[in-house]
C-alpha cells in the first residue's frame, strides 16, 4: 500500500529516513528566506511544512522538495516594507491561484522550450548561489553588532566538523546503505559537539543572530500549528493594484525554477514528472499558504538533491520531511536548536559538488561557442541577479542565436525543366530570420517568363515568410512574369493574399504543417 501511495518503485524505508533528513536542513533555510523576506521566522517554518506537504502529496514530481525559497524572498521584501505582512499574504494566495491557472491551462509544456545550455547555466548558477550562501556561516556577530569571519580556533573547528561531515556522506555509502548517509553524519556531528562540549555554532546561534539584542533571550524555534484567517486587507481594486505585480513575479519565478528543478531530476532518475500538476501543486500550495500565514514558496533544488541522494523517490519523502519539520515545531525545537551549522553546511556542501554540471566543461572546450556564452550568461545571471531573469535572458539569447545561424541556411537549386520553366527547388526555413536571404535567390527581372518555386524541401515557419512571398509575387507580376507556386501547406495557401493564385494545389504532395502567426484566430 505505501509503495502505490508513493508513485514510485522506491522503498519506503528510504523514503522516512530521507525525509528526516531533509527536515533537518530545511530548518536554517526556512528561517533565513524568512529574514531576507522580512518576516518572522515562523512564517518560513510553516511555509516549509504546508508547501512540502501539498506539493509532495499532490504535485507531479515525486521525490521534488518544496518550501520557502531565497528566490521568491527577494521579490517579498519591498511589498512587506511598504505594506505589511497581510499584503504579503494575499499576494501569495494571488500567486497561488495563477499557478493553478497555468497548470489548467497546460502552460508547464513550455519549459521544454528552456534549452540545454540554458539547464546547464541553472544548475550551475545556483550551486554556486548555495555555495555562496553558506560562507555567511562562517562570519559571527562581533561587540559591535557587525559580522566578521571567523580565525583562530573557532574557524578551524568550523572547518574540521565541516570536512568530517562530508567525509562520513562520501564514505559511508561504501559500508552500508542501510541508512541516508547525510542523516548519519549529521546526528554523529551533533553527538560529537555537544558530548566533547565543543564550542561550535548552533542552529539556534543562527537564529539569535538574526533577532534584535532584546529578543535574544527568549528566541526559539517551538511553535504552534498554523491557524486559518482570511489576509487582513481591505478587499479593494487598489489592494489588487498593490499585490498583483508582486503576486505575478511570484508565480512566474516559483513556476520556472520549480519546473527546472522538475526537469533536473526526471533526468537524474531517468523518469518523467508531470509539470501541467506540478503547476497546480504549488498554486494550491502557495494559496494554502496564503490563508495559514505562510511566506510561500516553490521546489528547492538544495534539499532535492539532498533528497534524491538519500535515496528519497517518493512522495513519501516529502510528506515525511513536511511531517517531520512539524513536529519539530511541536514537540522537539530544543533537538533541532542544538544542531551544529557545520554539520548542515557540510551536507550543503556535498549538494553543491553533486548539482554543479561538470560536463558543462566539455561544452566550454567544444567547438560551440555559442552554447559555451549562453551557459556562462545564464549561470552569471543567476548567481549576481535572479533565477527567473537568467532563464528568460537564456532562452531569448539562444532563440536569437538559433535565429542568425539558420538565417543563411535557405538557399535554392536552379533548373529548367522540359517546358522552358526556371524552377527553383528551395532548401531551408523560411522565417524572419532568412527573409532577407530568400529575397536575394531570385531575379524576376531576367528570370523567364514562367518561374516555378517549390516548397518541397523547405517550410514556411512564421508571417514574415509569408509576406516575403506576397511580396516575391508582387515583383513577378510587375514585369509581367507567371509564378508557380508549389508543394506549401493548405494553412499557407490561406494566408497567401498577393500571391494565392499563384499556388499550384496538388492535395495529395502538399505538407501538413502550420504557420506561427495571429492572423488566424
Not at 519546473?259 to 503547476?279: A, F, Q, V
Request: glycine share 10%.
Amino acid at each position: 500500500m505505501f509503495n502505490q501511495f508513493n508513485g514510485t518503485e522506491g522503498n519506503v524505508k528510504n523514503d522516512i529516513l530521507s525525509g528526516i533528513t531533509v527536515a533537518l536542513a530545511l530548518v536554517p533555510e526556512a528561517v533565513a528566506f524568512a529574514f531576507v523576506a522580512g518576516v518572522e521566522p515562523m512564517v518560513g517554518l510553516y511555509a516549509a511544512f504546508m508547501m512540502g506537504l501539498i506539493t509532495s502529496a499532490i504535485g507531479g514530481r515525486p521525490g521534488m522538495i518544496s518550501g520557502a525559497t531565497g528566490a521568491m524572498a527577494v521579490v517579498m521584501v519591498s511589498l512587506v516594507m511598504q505594506h505589511g505582512v497581510q499584503y504579503l499574504f494575499a499576494a501569495v494566495l494571488l500567486a497561488g491561484v495563477i499557478q493553478i491557472l497555468a497548470g489548467i491551462f497546460r502552460l508547464g509544456k513550455f519549459i521544454r522550450l528552456v534549452p540545454y545550455p540554458v539547464m546547464l547555466g541553472f544548475v550551475n548558477g545556483l550551486a554556486i548561489v548555495i555555495f555562496l550562501a553558506q560562507l555567511g556561516q562562517f562570519k559571527v556577530l562581533d561587540l559591535s553588532g557587525e559580522y566578521q569571519w571567523m580565525s583562530g580556533a573557532m574557524l578551524y573547528l568550523m572547518l574540521g566538523l565541516v570536512v568530517l561531515t562530508m567525509a562520513i556522506i562520501y564514505i559511508l555509502p561504501k559500508l552500508t546503505k542501510a541508512v541516508p548517509a547525510s542523516l548519519v553524519a549529521i546526528v554523529t556531528v551533533t553527538l560529537l559537539v555537544h558530548g566533547l562540549d565543543l564550542d561550535a555554532r548552533t542552529v539556534i546561534d543562527f537564529v539569535r543572530d538574526m533577532v534584535p539584542e532584546a529578543q535574544k533571550e527568549g528566541v526559539t524555534l517551538a511553535g504552534e500549528l498554523p491557524t486559518f484567517a482570511i489576509p487582513a486587507v481591505p478587499f479593494t481594486l487598489e489592494t489588487l493594484r498593490i499585490i498583483l505585480p508582486t503576486a505575478i513575479i511570484l508565480a512566474l519565478v516559483g513556476l520556472i525554477e520549480s519546473l527546472l528543478t522538475l526537469s533536473l531530476i526526471d533526468e537524474m532518475t531517468d523518469t518523467r514528472g508531470r509539470g501541467n500538476k506540478e503547476c497546480i501543486g504549488q498554486g494550491v500550495a502557495n494559496s494554502v499558504n496564503g490563508v495559514f500565514g505562510g511566506m510561500g514558496g516553490c521546489a528547492m533544488i538544495g534539499q532535492s538533491m539532498i533528497n534524491i541522494n538519500s535515496g528519497g523517490r517518493g512522495r513519501l519523502s516529502g510528506i515525511t520531511a513536511a511531517l517531520v519539520l512539524l513536529a519539530f515545531i511541536l514537540f522537539a525545537a530544543p533537538l533541532i536548536e542544538m544542531i551544529p551549522l557545520a554539520a548542515l553546511v557540510g551536507v550543503m556542501f556535498v549538494v553543491v559538488i553533486g548539482t554543479f554540471e561538470w560536463a558543462s566543461f566539455r561544452i566550454i572546450r567544444g567547438v560551440n561557442k555559442e552554447d559555451a556564452f549562453v551557459l556562462f550568461l545564464v549561470t552569471a545571471i543567476t548567481v549576481i541577479a535572479d533565477l527567473a531573469i537568467a532563464v528568460i535572458v537564456g532562452v531569448i539569447v539562444s532563440a536569437l542565436v538559433f535565429a542568425w545561424k539558420h538565417a543563411t541556411h535557405i538557399n535554392a537549386k536552379q533548373h529548367t525543366d522540359k517546358d522552358g520553366w526556371k524552377v527553383y527547388d528551395l532548401e531551408g526555413p523560411l522565417f524572419f530570420g532568412s527573409v532577407s536571404h530568400f529575397r536575394d535567390i531570385f531575379t524576376p527581372q531576367t528570370d523567364p517568363q514562367d518561374v516555378v518555386i517549390d516548397f518541397q524541401e523547405s517550410r514556411i515557419w512564421d508571417s514574415s515568410g509569408i509576406d516575403a512571398l506576397d511580396s516575391l509575387a508582387d515583383k513577378y507580376q510587375a514585369n509581367g512574369k507567371t509564378l508557380h507556386i508549389r508543394h506549401i501547406s493548405p494553412e499557407c495557401r490561406r494566408l497567401l493574399k498577393k500571391a494565392g493564385k499563384y499556388v499550384e494545389i496538388n492535395v495529395n504532395e502538399d505538407p501538413r504543417y502550420r504557420v506561427a502567426t495571429d492572423k488566424l484566430a
